[in-house]
């Protein structure tokens, strides 16, 4: 719950940082300096407009491609996260029962609680703040993203499918789809635990909104990025879950 709520205050942020930005309207070139610039937009720039060159020109076609290339580049990190996803609901029973054991609300007893669970994640080689090292790292990338687009004339004024790359969609199908794989993607990390757990049941419901409201006021292709990456999280998540995702599902069948 804690990191999802995280998730939330970074997320609040990141849209805090985009609409704040002073160098929004500076264009990105090589000359850029600052280690942002040099280290982060810039080098996003020039990989969408190289993979464009590779593909005829379409930078709609090299955000996926960019997105996808990012998305391996982080895979182990992201499988790091969902197998230690598993263990920490596997890990729920005795945790349950810990705070049952140490209900009292001095700090004395909350101190021992917290010593108590340390020891139970160290016995298991758990690492109750491993979910939130994605997050972390993707939150640069997103808003490098969102510099590289907008500091890049070609790519911010480039229209691809039905909507410019740097502009908002004007008929809000990317923000809900972005909404709709977000929902898909907490729902198999999460696996039947929101069904014992009413507190991530909620959150499995507040993110998509979350993300849609931001979605539709970023640049499309943020959206796009957002559900390109949705979509790979969604099928890794699955080939590593797949027998519990199944035996989930065949027991609400039930």
């Keep these: 719950m804690k990191r999802q709520i995280g998730l939330i205050v970074l997320l609040g942020a990141l849209a805090a940082v985009l609409a704040g930005c002073t160098e929004i309207h500076k264009p990105i070139t090589p000359e850029s300096k600052g280690f942002w610039n040099e280290y982060i937009v810039y080098p996003l720039s ?3 407009k190289y993979v464009a060159g590779l593909l005829g020109g379409s930078f709609g076609l090299s955000i996926i491609v960019v997105t996808i290339f990012i998305r391996l580049l982080i895979l182990p990190l992201m499988i790091q996260q969902t197998r230690n996803a598993k263990a920490m609901q596997a890990l729920q029973p005795e945790i349950e029962a810990l705070r049952k054991k140490y209900s009292s609300k001095d700090a004395q007893t909350q101190q021992k609680l917290q010593q108590e669970m340390m020891l139970l ?3 298991h080689g758990v690492n109750p703040m491993a979910g939130c090292f994605p997050i972390l790292i993707q939150m640069p990338i997103l808003i490098g993203f969102y510099h590289a687009i907008m500091r890049t004339r ?3 004024q480039h229209n691809f499918l039905w909507f410019d790359l740097g502009e908002k969609d004007p008929y809000y199908i990317l923000p809900v789809i972005a909404g709709i794989t977000t ?3 907490q729902k198999i990390m999460m696996a039947g635990s929101a069904q014992q757990n009413p507190q991530m ?3 499995l419901w507040m993110m998509p909104i979350m993300i849609v409201i931001f979605a539709i ?4 292709a943020l959206s796009l990025y957002w559900v390109v990456g949705n979509i790979f999280s969604i099928v890794q998540t699955y080939l590593i879950k797949g027998p519990e995702i199944a035996a989930h599902s065949g027991g609400a069948k039930k």
């Design 46 to 48: 020039w990989l969408i």
């Design 121 to 123: 994640f160290q016995k």
């Design 154 to 156: 070609e790519i911010a």
């Design 183 to 185: 929902f898909i993607q």
């Design 201 to 203: 049941a909620m959150m």
């Design 217 to 220: 006021n970023f640049p499309a």
